[in-house]
């Protein structure tokens, strides 16, 4: 799939807003009778927005049944699956809203966080609408905030995970790279899909070396997701998207063919 000319009628605060990974939003469960309880939290990659089939009593959280979390649970029949994850999410909207899903039954636990943070939505604005100067200025601040300010972030809510649920497995998932490189790519120059591959790089990194000092399990899905970048042809991320939120997150194949199978296999 080749990332589109991004359409001048929709404006830099639009694509912004739109592009957030998480907010804070109450539970949905479903009970079930086999595995442990399981409980997924995170931003709008362990959500689901882009994916479709959204669950409507998950408001602007847009939780997906075509989600990796709704996915596993279906597949798996925890004993409880309660699905917190919520479109825009920064590590304290998981601190504040998210938590209390947890407690020492929790079997299992699923997040991804850390990438709103770092200011995803404005980085890639400034990407898609700015020219490779101003694209790669925002990628370095990104960069020195993953860097410099994410670590102890991560760090609380990983903290704050092994305290209200002590015997949980918890599985860190981390994010895909955006682009194949070389070549002509519709959009983006090579020196911009370069550098934002370069700072997901960065920010998984951070992430899995966070997650291990935590003796949590991490999974990379770098290594499903290669070959269906944007730009590859066969994309399991959306380019620019209408919906607007749905821009540069996973579609259905990039959860059910990218990460649940890392999931299933770190679960």
């Known amino acids: ?40 939290l995170g931003d709008s990659y362990a959500s689901g927005v882009g994916a479709g089939n959204y669950d409507s009593a998950s408001g602007a959280c847009k939780r997906s049944t075509k989600a990796y979390p709704a996915l596993w649970a279906a597949a798996h029949a925890p004993s409880r699956f309660t699905f917190v994850a919520c479109s825009g999410a920064r590590t304290g909207d998981v601190l504040s809203g998210q938590l209390a899903s947890l407690n020492s039954s929790t079997g299992l636990v699923s997040i991804s966080v850390g990438g ?55 599985v860190v998932l981390g994010y895909p ?21 370069a700072a997901a790089d960065q920010i998984d990194t951070v992430i899995a070396k966070r997650a291990a000092d935590h003796g949590f399990a991490y999974g990379d899905v770098n290594s ?10 066969s994309a399991w991320l959306n380019s620019v998207a209408f919906p607007v939120d749905e821009s540069y997150h996973p579609n259905a194949a990039g959860h059910s063919r990218g990460y649940l199978p890392v999931f299933t296999s770190a679960a």
Do not use: W
């Open 1 to 40: 799939m080749k990332l589109s000319r991004f359409a001048g009628s929709v404006s830099a605060l639009a694509l912004t807003v739109a592009l957030a990974f998480g907010g804070a939003g109450a539970a949905h469960a479903a009970e079930h009778a086999s595995t442990p309880a399981y409980v997924a």
């Open 116 to 170: 709103n943070d770092a200011g995803f939505a404005d980085t890639m604005s400034s990407c898609v609408l700015g020219t490779d100067s101003s694209c790669l200025d925002r990628i370095a601040r990104a960069r020195a905030f993953i860097q410099d300010e994410l670590p102890a972030k991560l760090d609380s809510v990983y903290t704050a995970i092994s305290s209200r649920a002590p015997a949980a497995r918890v």
């Open 177 to 197: 790279r955006f682009y194949k490189t070389g070549g002509v790519c519709i959009g983006l120059s090579d020196t911009k899909r370069k550098a934002i591959n």
């Open 224 to 233: 499903t997701f290669a070959g269906h970048e944007l730009c590859s042809g």
